[in-house]
Structure formats: C-alpha cells, structure tokens
C-alpha cells in the first residue's frame, strides 16, 4: 500500500472519531420515519417565507480592513434580507487562511449568535474540518454568500446573493485563500457563476478571481442526505491533496532566478 493511501486511511480512523463518519446518525430516527424514503429538513420548519424585495447590487466601495468591512456589513440595508435579521452575521475564522468555507446564509441560531454555522450544520462542518485536521480559526475562515438570515431559512435569492456579494469579495481579497471551499449550491453558483449542477462541479478545481475553489455538498444537506456524505468526504481528501499542492513552494519561491 502507498504511502498516500495509508495516509487516508488514517484519516478516514481520525474521521470516525471526530464523528463526521457517524454524524448523520443525528437525522437517522427522523429519516426513518419517512416512509418515502425522503429525507427531512435538517433546518427549522419552514412556515411561508417572505419573498425577496428589491436589492441594490450597484459596485460599493469598501475599507480594506476587517473592522472597517465589518462596521458596514452590521448595518447594511442593501437588501429587504436586513428587515427581519436579529443581526448580520460577517465571518469567522482565520483572517490569512489559507482555507476559506463558503456557506449559503445564516440559520436561526447563527442570526441570534452572530457566528456562521454555529447550529447542527456547524457542528458537521466543524467535524468535517477536523476529519481534514482543520480547525475554524486556526487553518479556515468560514463566511457565508448573505450576511444576513432568509426569513424561513428559504434559499437568499440571486438578487440578495448579488447585493451581498462585495462583502464576501472583499473577505476574499482580505484573506487571500490558498484554497476555496464552497458548500453547496448556492455557493457554487455564487462564486462560479454557474447553473451546473453540484455533482458536475465536485472533483475538479475552479477559479474564482485567480482563487483556486473546489466545491462539495453543503452541511445541511449532508445531514439530512445520508449516502452523499462519502461522497463529502471525497471531496475534502481532493481539496486537501490540492491545498497540499498549492501550498508547497515552488522552485521560484525558494530564491531561483
Ligand atoms: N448554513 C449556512 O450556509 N451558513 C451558516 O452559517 C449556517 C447554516
Ligand atoms: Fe446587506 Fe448582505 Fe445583509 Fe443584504 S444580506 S442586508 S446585502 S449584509
């Protein structure tokens, strides 16, 4: 066996005992109890969401640093999403990456913690960075397309994803990535600009403004999607070999002329 497969297959143990291996087990009784064999939502029961408002998407121009790009995202209005946030939820994570996790939008418990993915998807996001031997903080920046709650948990729309999206270029261009990881659909089509499907996008490398970004499910649907979830941990072996790869020096880096 080589080296790399057994290094995997490490992982893989390390996998199991941060419990992403068997952190679907959560959603296993609610499933079960489907006899349609669809899964439940893993978000809060959905009760008719308010529909998108008009946003502006005009260029903005913002401060290049994190205090002066979090002041204005607190009290944006660029978009009806602000109407009903408890508060907007900016990022977290490490300021120089070299990782960045996109998610879609803030959940109920992130909109009352002010924190990104701090609810039951959180907690799978936080297991799959562990399966990868990340950390939020230390390795990754976690952000989101919209800073702010859709009401219902619906999908933001593309007009309020637009609105949002200088905020989430300029983190981009704060923390310059080695690597971008966007979770989901709505990710995906955000930074790609694309109506491909997920499952076309996983397994290769995009780029997004020069920024290698690879793509995989989003938490929420792992949780309540129990066979993707080899598939997501595929998807992090493949972003961490390129990471690897994009964070080795290369022959120019190390003083050749
Ligand atoms: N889902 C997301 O996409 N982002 C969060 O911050 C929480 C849940
Ligand atoms: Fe502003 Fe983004 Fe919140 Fe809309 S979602 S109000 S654009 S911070």
Not at 196 to 203: D, T
Request: charge should be positive.
């Amino acid at each position: 066996m080589d080296s790399r497969s057994l290094k995997e297959l490490e992982l893989l143990e390390l996998a199991g005992l941060y419990g992403f291996a068997q952190a679907a087990t959560v959603a296993r009784p609610a499933a079960a109890a489907q006899p349609s064999g669809q899964a439940p939502l893993a978000r809060e029961p959905q009760a008719a969401p308010e529909p998108a408002q008009p946003a502006n998407t005009a260029p903005i121009t913002l401060p290049a640093d994190w205090d002066g790009l979090r002041a204005i995202v607190r009290d944006c209005t660029r978009c009806g999403l602000c109407r009903q946030r408890k508060q907007a939820v900016f990022g977290v994570g490490a300021e120089r990456g070299p990782w960045l996790f996109v998610g879609e939008g803030p959940g109920a418990e992130e909109d009352e913690q002010g924190d990104p993915f701090v609810g039951q998807s959180g907690k799978l996001l936080d297991n799959m960075l562990a399966a990868i031997g990340l950390k939020r903080g230390r390795d990754a920046y976690i952000a989101n397309v919209v800073k702010c709650r859709p009401p219902g948990n619906r999908t933001p729309a593309l007009e309020e994803a637009a609105a949002c999206a200088p905020y989430l270029d300029a983190q981009v261009d704060l923390i310059q990535p080695k690597l971008i990881v966007a979770l989901g659909k709505v990710a995906a089509q955000r930074l790609l600009n694309t109506e491909a499907s997920l499952a076309s996008l996983r397994g290769k490398i995009h780029q997004y403004r020069g920024y290698p970004v690879a793509v995989t499910y989003h938490p929420s649907y792992l949780l309540r999607t129990l066979p993707e979830k080899a598939k997501a941990w595929e998807d992090l072996l493949f972003a961490r070999a390129k990471m690897l790869e994009f964070a080795a020096p290369r022959p120019h880096d190390r003083g050749a002329p």
